[in-house]
């Protein structure tokens, strides 16, 4: 049957509306401001025919609907990460879909092959961390000693991050945890090179800031988008709490245990 079909019957619409609710799915859960997600959704319904779709949109979750109960549907999204190429993927395949009229054997291919693009291989993301604390050491006014310490602190930072992934850590406990150690291994360092600390700290921990959340959140609230908004700068508060948190303790446990207050 024709995915074309301008009245699609129910088994189809159930498929069609499963790869939309799919691609939303996939948009979500790497990081795709949740408006453009009902935008995309929305586009690929009306290019299917689909033209009773409704969906709304929350950060954690999507419910849709193709007019009729027995289609209605709702989806969790419980984990969102960052993965920026594949939310263009999916962009891109909905403007080719409502442009060239994809089949949707063709466009539920391209959704596997976009879900499936992979993270950067882990030595770029070293290095990601290496060179990103080490400019912004120098942007906040370290000098070259505090940028080297930087360095070191955000490539240790981003092997226990990766780690941290594969074991599946929490994601609070990640981030208090990452904050500490860049803190402890940025006086550390700086101690070796004799520079202060507060700039390799203050560098270093840039890479761990909720820059993302807090912009969508922004961008959600500009939409009109309140709730979603409002989601996005809780999450956005508490991972900067997390990082306040791990690195307060350190700083007060050097205080406490050496009688140098770190500057």
């Not at 498929?15 to 799919?22: T, V, W």
């Not at 291919?109 to 050491?137: I, N, T, W, Y």
């Not at 009109?224 to 007060?252: C, E, H, K, N």
Request: with cysteine; proline share 3%.
């Amino acid at each position: 049957m024709n995915s074309r079909d301008p009245f699609p019957d129910e088994e189809l619409r159930r498929r069609i509306m499963d790869f939309i609710m799919a691609a939303g799915q996939t948009l979500l859960e790497n990081g795709a401001e949740v408006f453009r997600v009902e935008q995309t959704m929305e586009i690929m319904a009306r290019s299917f025919h689909l033209r009773e779709f409704h969906v709304y949109v929350l950060t954690n979750g999507i419910f849709a609907s193709a007019g009729t109960a027995e289609i209605s549907e709702v989806r969790n999204v419980p984990v969102r990460t960052t993965h920026l190429g594949r939310v263009a993927a999916v962009n891109e395949l909905s403007r080719q879909i409502a442009q060239t009229g994809m089949t949707l054997d063709e466009a539920e291919s391209r959704l596997v092959l976009a879900r499936q693009l992979p993270f950067p291989k882990d030595h770029v993301q070293l290095l990601s961390g290496l060179c990103g604390a080490f400019c912004f050491a120098m942007m906040f006014g370290g000098n070259l000693r505090s940028a080297l310490a930087a360095a070191g602190a955000g490539l240790v930072a981003s092997w226990y991050l990766l780690w941290c992934g594969r074991h599946e850590v929490p994601g609070g406990f990640q981030k208090i945890s990452t904050a500490a150690l860049i803190t402890l291994v940025c006086i550390l360092l700086c101690n070796l090179l004799h520079t202060s600390a507060s700039h390799a700290i203050i560098g270093t921990l840039m890479i761990l800031t909720p820059g993302i959340a807090f912009t969508m959140g922004i961008r959600d609230f500009v939409q009109g988008d309140y709730l979603s908004g409002t989601i996005r700068m809780i999450d956005a508060l508490l991972i900067a709490a997390s990082i306040a948190i791990g690195t307060g303790l350190v700083l007060r446990l050097y205080t406490v245990f050496t009688g140098v207050v770190v500057v």
